[in-house]
């Protein structure tokens, strides 16, 4: 797990992360963390694993509930972490409180359209991790 005070941290220092958003997509373009990036939990077996970087660090958050609650929206992120290690991610890490914690601390939220959210032009994370990015517009 990370914290949101940790999270700003590595934001703010350019280490290399993705940052990904496994709520609906209606939820991210209402608000979500500056760079994440929308990966539905649904959308992850649709992932290529040969063009992973199975090293690079990811922040994984839903809308905020605990881990151990049994309403099936609260077990977001942490369905998807559990999906995205059976594809090979060995950095993967959940952000405690997910988005809700993030905007309740006061943090910036971006909006989108939902009619600007294009789908990914090459598989996700091909080419590998230099900074911030979002994968939805590569």
């Not at 990370?2 to 209606?26: A, H, P, T, Y």
């Not at 040969?50 to 369905?79: C, H, W």
């Not at 090459?122 to 517009?137: H, K, Y």
Request: proline fraction near 4%.
């Amino acid at each position: 797990d990370i914290s949101v005070d940790d999270l700003k941290n590595r934001m703010k220092s350019g280490k290399g992360i993705f940052i990904l958003d496994v709520r609906e997509l209606s939820a991210y373009c209402k608000g979500h963390i500056p760079g994440a990036c929308d990966l539905f939990d649904a959308e992850i077996s649709n992932v290529s694993p040969e063009s992973i970087n199975k090293d690079a660090a990811f922040i994984v958050y839903g809308p905020g509930q605990a881990q151990s609650s049994t309403n099936p929206m609260d077990r977001l992120a942490g369905d998807a972490i559990d999906r995205l290690r059976k594809l090979g991610f060995k950095n993967i890490m959940e952000l405690r409180g997910g988005f809700e914690a993030w905007a309740n601390a006061g943090n910036q939220v971006d909006q989108c359209a939902l009619e600007s959210i294009k789908p990914a032009k090459v598989p996700l994370m091909a080419g590998g991790v230099s900074g911030q990015q979002d994968i939805g517009n590569l």
